[in-house]
């Protein structure tokens, strides 16, 4: 969402997106997000035990304990504030790009994770209606974790 945002305000040539949706929740004319009721879940439970949720986050967007354990240490040498946490997660709330996407010169490329629970493969149909290539890649929403990576 970032990239996107960033993109449409400077001249790029191309852009490449990964893991990339331009609406993080769902509402009545976007089926690509995430179920609203599951963000505020998340939200509220991010809030009452950060560490404990994030984790839990983190293990369902990893397909292997070796990428499990990079996060997790990761998380726990950089806590994030909860300030930070409820800025990003308002962020995602907030923000639609999708008229964005129209004003970027030429995405390259979308790459999907085909298991990815925050960026549903079904996005691709919406993506290549707007004329923008998708590859799928196999592993989840950070697919350059896994070993076999490449683009």
């Known amino acids: ?36 009721k599951h963000f505020y879940d998340f939200h509220s439970s991010l809030s009452s035990s950060p560490q404990k949720t994030l984790k839990r986050f983190i293990s369902l967007q990893v397909s292997t304990k070796d990428q ?17 946490l409820n800025e990003g997660l308002d962020y995602l709330l907030k923000y639609d790009f999708r008229n964005h996407i129209d004003q970027i010169a030429d995405i390259t490329k979308v790459y999907l994770g085909e298991k990815d629970t925050l960026v549903p493969l079904s ?24 070993d076999n990576f490449e683009i």
């Open 1 to 36: 969402m970032i990239a996107v945002d960033i993109a449409s305000k400077v001249k790029l040539r191309k852009i490449i997106l990964v893991a990339s949706t331009p609406k993080f929740v769902q509402s009545e004319d976007w089926i690509y997000g995430i179920n609203e």
């Open 68 to 84: 499990y354990k990079y996060l997790e240490a990761s998380i726990d040498k950089n806590k994030p504030t909860n300030q930070g």
């Open 123 to 146: 996005i691709k149909s919406w993506y290549e209606k707007k004329g923008i290539q998708v590859a799928i890649l196999p592993g989840g929403h950070i697919p350059f974790l896994d």
